[in-house]
Antibody
Framework: QVHLVESGRGVVQPGRSLRLSCAAS????????LHWVRQAPGKGLEWLAV????????DYADSVKGRFTISRDDSKSTVYLQINSVRPDDTAVYYC??????????WGQGTLVTVSS | DIVMTQSPDSLAVSLGETATINCKSS????????????LAWYQHKPGQSPRLLMY???TRESGVPERFTGSGSGTDFSLTISSLQAEDVAVYYC????????FGQGTKLQIK
């Protein structure tokens, strides 16, 4: 059975850094592209970042480019999202997702990040 | 960047009836070399993770009921849900993966 489990600090002060983790199991992690998607309160889904299999290619939404960094550790079947200089509008549920081709086959349950002083 | 626009933003349909959600992209999602539309549909229920319903615009993901149908090509796409059931209440998103990735704003489906 496929599992993607996100984790990361729940409440963070503006301007601080934060790293989210997503541990995967139940599928061939190494041949999947990995994504991060977020949903701000009352808003829709926003794609944030992707890292290809073997970590060859990274791509980011313009809205987070330069501030977010995605990475993966295939030995741990884990994908990460580093968020620097967090802002109040980063408050959201953050989902990781895995894509065998382009579309997102598997999703985590999400982790809530609240940016507040 | 490709912009995805869904319509309507919300709709209410009676049980057993048909719901249709539309999705329009700002540029064609049809890749000429393989004749595939780079579009997916997802279902997102409150408190749950999003679920892949359709990919390549009209290919149903394993386990998705046959009453879900995806159609369209180029810039105009639809998701049709026939014989609506209470469990179909959710927000539905289209997503392009032709160039990077973009979601539509979502369509909230409720029971009338």
């Amino acid at each position: 059975q496929v599992h993607l489990v996100e984790s990361g600090r729940g409440v963070v002060q503006p301007g601080r850094s934060l790293r989210l983790s997503c541990a995967a199991s139940g599928f061939n992690f190494t041949n999947h592209g990995l994504h991060w998607v977020r949903q701000a309160p009352g808003k829709g889904l926003e794609w944030l970042a992707v890292i290809s299999y073997e970590g060859i290619i990274e791509d980011y939404a313009d809205s987070v480019k330069g501030r977010f960094t995605i990475s993966r550790d295939d030995s741990k079947s884990t994908v990460y999202l580093q968020i620097n200089s967090v802002r109040p509008d980063d408050t959201a549920v953050y989902y990781c997702a895995a894509a065998g081709q382009y579309y997102f086959n598997y999703w985590g349950q999400g982790t809530l990040v609240t940016v507040s002083s | 960047d490709i912009v995805m626009t869904q319509s309507p933003d919300s709709l209410a349909v009676s049980l057993g009836e048909t719901a249709t959600i539309n999705c329009k992209s700002s540029q064609s999602l049809l890749y000429g070399s393989n004749n595939k539309n780079y579009l997916a549909w997802y279902q997102h229920k409150p408190g749950q993770s999003p679920r892949l319903l359709m990919y390549w615009a009209s290919t149903r993901e394993s386990g998705v009921p046959e009453r879900f149908t995806g159609s369209g090509s180029g810039t105009d796409f639809s998701l049709t849900i026939s014989s609506l059931q209470a469990e179909d209440v959710a927000v539905y998103y289209c997503q392009q993966y032709y160039t990077s990735y973009t979601f539509g704003q979502g369509t909230k489906l409720q029971i009338k």
